[in-house]
């Protein structure tokens, strides 16, 4: 039966067809349309007319503060979701029983059982001044007043922490499990401490499953702004309302979509400097640890302590 | 994205080096595509255009269906109930929260939608006629218009009714906490002077370019719908720069839950919102409802029929059908807005419903109420309305 073989690629058909029709033809869309303008109150774009205007109307003092808000929540929430994160994917992966973490998979998915918007308004409930979390605290008297959290940004945190947590966790769950124990063994043979095998090979090894879930959170949360408009009130001010309000009650789509296009663009560009930033901050552990196959380069500056040999 | 990894060299057989070089840009690709879905959450909507005309209901028999497409919550499920009873459609609902929102979907569908009936704001229809959304009534099959208060019938959008007909209105007032605001509020002027004061901090305006815009513009006596760009800038620079500062938040429904939790002291909300609202809190008492003066909103929902709607003749029936006297009362009772039936607010303290002030007002406060518009200045207060919000948010 080896007549016929399908070419390797036919694997990603689907994957390219979907993208090709879910993802580049609405962006080449919107780019479109960014080009254009909105043609009279009653239409919502037109294109007869191609410029660059839309941009320079997008490039608003409203749009810099507004963004820089929403990179705030983005950095801080995915930063508390890493810290909070990480932890628990390791223990789950490598010191809870094995015949245990099918089970503390599912509690970790538990949350999505239920709608998105309901657990954000659920949050609403708790933490309203009346509600029964700040009635509980004044009455033990952990707090004088009311509980003055919801419509904050500390709300903000917690709620975009509690949507986001397992997105962080799952690909760091399998990251650490599929480090597997022959490298910590063999690391801890030759001399290295919990600490050290932790921070030099699982770690490193366990990178692609933090980028991962850097991204998996941070880029959804840069266009959530449910949970900052449920709990952050007028501080959840997030620049994907920005966008909804010029198609949907300005129904100006060209600005709409220069305003789309130039978010696109600076989140690429964050998500660029973070990398680059992570990248100027490791390289001199990477240099100092470089693993040099055969021969060493003659101009190569070998770190003495060549007994330390990483990944 | 690129990663920087070192070179590896590997020296392996000729089929597994294949295999090998494979997965490396198998996971390349992989790669590639989160970010690209990564960056691609905005995604684009389908250019608009007109739609055909749809076909006219004669009075045939009724389809065995009926699709609404209404705001949330908006019709007494009894009253549904008991239409699919009598007459035999099944009704099927689903809701949007924005005109905009309707407008984009019936556009995007060019007349295959596959809805019935819409509810418009009144404001918005002369825009949906124009496009071709709406398909023109027969009035003959909706006799119960003569239940209709003439008041609410052939208003400034749709003067003959050939395209809709009042399903409810309401207007634009606040609501304050007594036990914090002890003073008497009565005005737009008091409202915004409050929410800098008392309520500053906790307090929440509509989440709407026009009501927004609307608050300042009834306080300081100017149309709310003005195109001047002296009031706008005006206006822009007080919600900016000295209103924003105090705002909590931008809820439109805080009958919903700010109200009966108590979250704020002072929040610009809808009449029959509020309403709901104090009903359902644990302490009634403390809440104080103002219709405030010298001027304000009145808006109006319409039951409008779409452009090729499958069931047109099922359509007719349930206008018709909410528009009988005992129906009509039903759904205000459950939605708390006044349905614009003839002799319904006398029907409304017969059957003892509560805090009827909040559904029904006076001629003279009547006389108070502006009707919005869609034009030129629209873009201009969604402007203000974005930069409040960044504002209220620093």
């Not at chain 1, 036919?10 to 609405?26: E, G, K, Q």
């Not at chain 2, 009704?91 to 007349?111: H, M, Q, Y």
């Not at chain 2, 704020?264 to 919102?273: A, E, I, T």
Request: hydrophobic share 50%; aromatic share 10%; with cysteine.
């Amino acid at each position: 039966m080896r007549s016929f073989r399908m070419p390797r690629f036919a694997l990603a058909i689907p994957a390219w067809a979907w993208l090709l029709v879910f993802f580049v033809a609405p962006v080449a869309m919107v780019v479109w349309f960014s080009f254009g303008y909105k043609p009279g109150i009653f239409g919502t774009h037109a294109n007869d007319v191609l410029s660059f205007d839309r941009y320079l109307e997008a490039l608003s003092p409203t749009f810099f503060q507004t963004f820089t808000n929403t990179l705030w929540i983005g950095i801080a929430g995915t930063a508390i979701c890493l810290v909070v994160g990480l932890p628990v994917a390791y223990w789950m992966a490598v010191k809870a029983p094995p015949s245990r973490r099918g089970l503390l998979l599912a509690l970790v998915m538990v949350p999505f059982w239920t709608n998105f918007l309901v657990r954000t308004i659920g949050w609403q409930v708790i933490l309203a001044p009346e509600g029964w979390l700040s009635t509980a605290l004044q009455s033990v008297g952990i707090i004088g007043g009311p509980l003055d959290l919801l419509y904050t940004r500390g709300a903000v945190l917690l709620g975009v922490v509690y949507n986001y947590l397992p997105l962080m966790i799952l690909p760091l769950f399998v990251a650490f499990d599929r480090v597997g124990d022959p490298l910590r063994e063999a690391s801890k043979d030759l001399g290295a401490g919990k600490a050290r095998t932790f921070v030099r090979i699982t770690l490193p090894l366990a990178r692609p499953g933090v980028i991962a879930g850097v991204l998996l959170v941070f880029i959804p949360l840069m266009g959530d702004y449910i949970t900052a408009t449920v709990l952050g009130g007028a501080k959840g001010n997030m620049v994907g309302q920005l966008v909804a309000s010029q198609f949907q009650t300005a129904q100006n789509w060209a600005l709409g979509s220069a305003m789309a296009v130039l978010l696109i663009l600076v989140i690429m560009l964050t998500v660029a400097i973070g990398g680059l930033l992570v990248w100027l901050v490791t390289l001199p552990f990477r240099l100092q640890n470089r693993l040099v196959l055969g021969e060493p380069e003659p101009a190569a500056s070998v770190a003495p302590r060549s007994q330390e040999v990483a990944a | 994205m690129s990663e920087n990894r070192p070179h590896v060299r590997i020296l392996a057989s000729t089929s597994a080096a294949k295999i090998i070089s494979s997965e490396l840009s198998r996971r390349r690709f992989l790669s590639f595509a989160a970010a690209a879905g990564a960056t691609g959450l905005l995604a684009a909507c389908s250019p608009g255009g007109a739609t055909g005309t749809a076909p006219r209901a004669t009075g045939g028999e009724l389809e065995s269906d009926l699709s609404i497409y209404t705001w949330g919550d908006y019709d007494a499920p009894d009253v549904l109930a008991a239409f699919t009873d009598e007459l035999g459609p099944k009704i099927t609902l689903d809701s949007f929260g924005s005109n905009e929102e309707l407008i984009s979907k019936l556009v995007a569908a060019k007349g295959t939608s596959g809805y019935d009936i819409v509810v418009p704001t009144g404001v918005f229809i002369p825009q949906m006629i124009e496009n071709g959304l709406l398909s023109e009534l027969n009035l003959d099959l909706i006799p119960n218009l003569e239940y209709m208060d003439p008041a609410f019938l052939g208003r400034a959008w749709d003067p003959q009714n050939a395209y809709s007909i009042c399903k409810a209105w309401g207007t634009t007032g606040f609501v304050y906490d007594k036990t914090v605001i002890t003073r008497e509020l009565t005005t737009w002027a008091d409202f915004l002077d409050a929410a800098q004061n008392e309520a500053s901090g906790r307090m929440s305006v509509l989440d709407d370019p026009g009501d927004l815009t609307g608050a300042y513009f009834w306080a300081n006596g100017i149309d709310w719908n003005t195109t001047d760009e002296d009031e706008l800038a005006a206006a822009e620079d007080f919600l900016v720069n000295t209103l924003a500062p105090n705002i909590a938040a931008f809820d439109s429904y805080p009958g919903g839950s700010a109200i009966p939790q108590g979250t704020h002291v002072l929040m610009q909300s809808w009449n029959g919102d509020s309403r709901l609202g104090i009903l359902e809190s644990p302490d009634p008492d403390r809440w104080q409802w103002v219709f405030p003066g010298p001027e304000t909103e009145i808006w109006m929902d319409n039951w409008a029929i779409a452009a090729g709607a499958p069931n047109p003749e099922a359509a007719h029936a349930f206008i018709n059908y909410v528009l009988e006297p005992e129906n009509s009362l039903a759904e205000l009772d459950y939605i708390g807005y006044h349905t614009g039936a003839t002799g319904i607010e006398q029907a409304a303290a017969d059957a003892g419903l509560p805090m009827l002030d909040l559904v029904f007002f006076t001629p003279e406060q009547i006389d108070t109420m502006r009707e919005g518009e869609v034009n030129e200045a629209q873009q201009r207060r969604v402007d203000i309305w974005n930069k409040t919000k960044a504002a209220a948010g620093a």
